[in-house]
């Protein structure tokens, strides 16, 4: 284990999200040295004994030391997914469990057949089974009549190419997974209607049967003002309190604060993500003169804090906009790497995993993990279970975040139950043990007072006699 890993568990403290994730890679390197595709059974297994010896420093524990669930989920999720990851190209090794499609982007696809889904959440990732109806002739003049599209139509005939790209979904993921693997270049000459919204929308939809955009937009209205509130709550963290010191509810753009938010909790800089340039810039200003990562990478135009516009940037080329509403680029940036099995970047991993997770988890999990809640339950039979009964005013949530219940409740607290009860003031216990000093004090004056009186009064008196 890193040395790192070896003091925190020493110190029973929790280790960096980056030690943490070598960790885990270490941990799957070793087991599958000795099981090529381990099941989610065996690594729940060697989780267990790993929370076991080291459950501060490993395991799902909340503010006041309370274990969610086993303690072992989060852990769990993290060696899954790798060993998902490290399964990626060996098809034949993987086993994964059939699901039904849960949204109308995956209802729309059921003319492709299905394939079984892993824990890195793709279910078509290489399909083999042709639409119905087509052929490997048919489909290629499909992609002829798109390229023609583009060419006569540029970005905004994509609305129309949408349906001809969900039938030609099988050759793209066979181009897009060749060996070698294409460049961005090559995919844009390809499958340019890729690298509008609609099409990569769809491409992901396709791939991983979850509408992106729409998960985030509720993850967003749903989870995003938990996310802040468990920031504003914390405490000696400068780069969250430098968020929040320019966060404006009703200027800034939530989605963008959150983002900047979470890279800053997990100390991740900034450019991993995100550039900033100037709101008037093109595109080819930004070709010009900004050093462009590798790895995707928003371009926001304007303030961080108030997007007025965004670009996404793919291998130092920028693929995407400006286009406008900032979610729609979380969006966009997110499926690029699933759609172009790019590998998340080391110094914004911590921050894409968290945006990876957070649609799966509910929000009663969320508010355990992030802040103090309160639960209204209601029993009138003893032989029954108590009935949850949502707090008034706090928006539908159980349970309802401590925060929210305070602020419902703030009318009806007494700020001074001295004063509205008649109380009489009570000395404080710095004005008590002032009192007795100055007591003391006055004591001590007078004592020593007749002590000198007594004395001079029992002097002798000596006369001379004449």
């Given at each position: 284990?890193?040395?790192?890993?070896?003091?925190a568990?020493?110190?029973?403290?929790?280790p960096s999200?980056?030690?943490?994730?070598?960790?885990?890679k270490?941990v799957?390197?070793?087991?599958?040295?000795?099981?090529p595709?381990p099941t989610?059974?065996m690594?729940h297994?060697?989780?267990?004994?790993i929370?076991r010896?080291?459950l501060?420093?490993f395991?799902?524990?909340g503010?006041k030391?309370?274990?969610l669930?086993?303690?072992?989920l989060?852990l769990?999720?993290?060696?899954?997914?790798?060993?998902?990851?490290?399964?990626?190209q060996?098809v034949l090794?993987?086993?994964?469990?059939e699901r039904r499609?849960?949204?109308?982007a995956?209802e729309?696809a059921?003319?492709?057949?299905?394939?079984p889904?892993?824990q890195?959440?793709?279910?078509?990732w290489c399909?083999?089974?042709l639409?119905?109806?087509?052929?490997?002739?048919?489909?290629?003049?499909?992609?002829r009549?798109?390229?023609k599209?583009?060419?006569?139509?540029?970005?905004?005939?994509?609305e129309?190419?949408?349906?001809?790209?969900?039938?030609?979904?099988?050759?793209?993921?066979?181009?897009l997974?060749s060996?070698?693997?294409?460049?961005?270049?090559?995919?844009?000459?390809?499958?340019?209607f890729?690298?509008?919204?609609r099409?990569?929308?769809?491409?992901?939809?396709?791939?991983?049967d979850?509408?992106?955009l729409?998960?985030?937009q509720?993850?967003?209205?749903?989870?995003?003002?938990?996310?802040?509130?468990?920031?504003q709550?914390l405490?000696?963290h400068?780069?969250?309190?430098?968020?929040?010191?320019?966060?404006?509810?009703e200027?800034?753009?939530k989605a963008?604060?959150?983002?900047?938010?979470?890279m800053?909790?997990?100390?991740?800089?900034?450019?991993?993500i995100?550039l900033?340039?100037?709101p008037?810039?093109?595109v080819?200003?930004?070709?010009?003169?900004?050093?462009?990562?590798?790895?995707?990478?928003l371009?926001?135009?304007?303030?961080?804090?108030?997007?007025?516009a965004?670009?996404?940037?793919?291998?130092?080329?920028?693929?995407?906009?400006?286009?406008?509403?900032?979610?729609?680029g979380?969006?966009?940036l997110f499926?690029?790497?699933?759609a172009?099995?790019?590998?998340?970047?080391e110094?914004?991993?911590?921050?894409?995993?968290?945006?990876?997770?957070i649609?799966s988890?509910?929000?009663?999990?969320?508010i355990?993990?992030?802040?103090?809640s309160?639960?209204?339950?209601?029993?009138?039979?003893?032989?029954?279970?108590?009935?949850?009964n949502?707090?008034?005013?706090?928006?539908?949530?159980?349970?309802?975040?401590?925060s929210?219940?305070?602020?419902v409740v703030?009318?009806?607290?007494?700020e001074?139950?001295?004063?509205?009860?008649?109380?009489?003031?009570?000395?404080?216990s710095?004005g008590?043990?002032?009192?007795?000093?100055?007591?003391?004090?006055?004591l001590?004056?007078?004592?020593?007072?007749?002590?000198?009186?007594a004395?001079?009064r029992?002097?002798?008196?000596?006369?001379?006699?004449v």
């Amino acid at each position: 284990m890193p040395a790192a890993i070896r003091i925190a568990v020493a110190d029973q403290k929790r280790p960096s999200p980056g030690d943490r994730r070598d960790m885990v890679k270490l941990v799957v390197d070793q087991m599958l040295e000795h099981e090529p595709n381990p099941t989610r059974a065996m690594c729940h297994s060697i989780v267990r004994s790993i929370i076991r010896d080291s459950l501060k420093s490993f395991g799902d524990v909340g503010k006041k030391g309370d274990i969610l669930g086993d303690g072992c989920l989060s852990l769990l999720q993290q060696i899954k997914t790798r060993v998902e990851y490290k399964n990626r190209q060996n098809v034949l090794a993987r086993r994964r469990r059939e699901r039904r499609p849960c949204n109308v982007a995956a209802e729309r696809a059921r003319v492709i057949a299905r394939g079984p889904v892993d824990q890195y959440g793709c279910v078509r990732w290489c399909p083999e089974e042709l639409p119905a109806g087509e052929t490997e002739a048919t489909l290629d003049e499909i992609k002829r009549q798109l390229c023609k599209m583009y060419s006569e139509e540029g970005m905004g005939g994509s609305e129309r190419a949408e349906p001809l790209m969900e039938k030609t979904y099988v050759i793209q993921r066979r181009y897009l997974n060749s060996l070698p693997a294409p460049d961005i270049e090559g995919i844009k000459g390809e499958w340019p209607f890729l690298f509008s919204q609609r099409g990569l929308y769809s491409h992901f939809g396709l791939l991983t049967d979850i509408s992106i955009l729409m998960k985030l937009q509720e993850a967003l209205n749903n989870k995003g003002s938990t996310v802040i509130r468990f920031c504003q709550e914390l405490n000696r963290h400068p780069g969250v309190e430098d968020v929040l010191a320019n966060y404006v509810p009703e200027v800034s753009d939530k989605a963008a604060c959150i983002l900047l938010l979470l890279m800053a909790y997990f100390k991740e800089p900034k450019n991993a993500i995100m550039l900033e340039t100037d709101p008037c810039a093109t595109v080819a200003d930004v070709q010009r003169t900004m050093e462009l990562p590798s790895t995707p990478c928003l371009i926001v135009q304007g303030d961080m804090m108030n997007p007025k516009a965004w670009m996404l940037c793919i291998d130092q080329v920028v693929v995407m906009g400006p286009h406008d509403h900032f979610v729609q680029g979380i969006a966009a940036l997110f499926a690029s790497y699933y759609a172009f099995n790019l590998q998340y970047p080391e110094h914004g991993s911590s921050t894409l995993e968290f945006i990876q997770r957070i649609p799966s988890v509910s929000q009663k999990v969320l508010i355990a993990r992030f802040s103090y809640s309160l639960e209204l339950y209601y029993r009138n039979d003893s032989w029954r279970d108590p009935f949850p009964n949502p707090v008034p005013g706090c928006n539908g949530l159980n349970p309802c975040p401590l925060s929210m219940f305070t602020e419902v409740v703030r009318d009806v607290v007494s700020e001074n139950w001295d004063a509205e009860c008649g109380f009489r003031t009570k000395l404080s216990s710095t004005g008590v043990i002032t009192a007795l000093a100055v007591a003391v004090g006055l004591l001590a004056v007078a004592l020593l007072f007749n002590i000198v009186v007594a004395v001079r009064r029992r002097r002798p008196q000596y006369s001379r006699g004449v």
